[in-house]
């Protein structure tokens, strides 16, 4: 068992042990072949749930500041999101998102899996907001299907501005993929937008959140 697989396969039993999670679609990810998982996003923890209960690998951008926080606590951040295959990326930084979003067209040539949030960062009142078009831009650049997920509770195991986790249930729901032509980069912006609200609209039948149709924009502080 390398590496990723045992950090998944430890993070997969704690969750399953401690949160009894409710766990529906995984037969829709593809077996083989890259694919785009692309989910709302309500916790800190749903990229490591995501990436647990997965039966495949899943790499997901994370803030730069997990791989540089000091201490105990930065060391261990920094040894499991580079154990996953995570992606830093500089928060609110234009040539280090196109920079990431690169890194995650690489890892789907490679035939590999990528996560991505539409909504670019969590949502604080519980509704899904907007998405932002990188996920339309990845989908039709690479042509990989995009499997969409929706979360639901995951805001209780650790609410914005806690510290600390506290175990509950909650349920996480595989859609059928999404598939979009592949005609590479050089798309019109409105091709990419039809794509991004398409993904947006599956999130939302799985989750059953309220819509909102403006951006979500991360606190100032995080």
């Known amino acids: 068992m390398g590496l990723y697989d045992g950090v998944r396969a430890g993070f997969r039993g704690t969750i399953n042990a401690t949160c009894r999670p409710t766990v529906v679609g ?6 083989e072949g890259p694919f785009i998982v692309a989910s709302n996003h309500l916790s800190f923890l749903d990229s490591i749930i995501i ?4 039966p495949r690998p899943v790499a997901f951008f994370a803030k730069a500041e997990y791989f540089t926080t000091p201490g105990l606590k ?4 920094k040894a499991f999101f580079e154990s996953v295959g995570s992606i830093p990326v500089e928060r609110g930084e234009q040539a280090a998102s196109v920079a990431a979003l690169d890194a995650l067209v690489e890892i789907l040539e490679s035939g590999a899996a990528v996560g991505i949030y539409p909504e670019g960062t969590r949502s604080r009142d519980g509704r899904l907001y907007r998405g932002r078009t990188g996920v339309g831009w990845l989908a039709l650049t690479t042509g990989a299907p995009v499997v969409p997920v929706g979360l639901v509770g995951t805001e209780r195991l650790q609410p914005a501005g806690k510290k ?5 249930h909650f349920t996480l729901t ?3 993929p999404l598939r979009f032509d592949h005609v590479g980069p ?3 912006l409105p091709a990419r937008r039809l794509a991004t609200d398409r993904i947006v609209d599956a999130i939302a039948e799985l989750s059953g959140q309220e819509r909102c149709d403006a951006y979500n924009q991360a606190p100032v502080a995080e």
């Open 74 to 77: 930065g060391r261990a951040m």
């Open 174 to 176: 595989v859609g059928e």
């Open 186 to 188: 050089k798309h019109p």
């Open 26 to 31: 995984l037969h829709h990810v593809p077996t």
């Open 51 to 54: 990436q647990a209960l997965m």
């Open 164 to 168: 600390t986790v506290t175990p509950r």
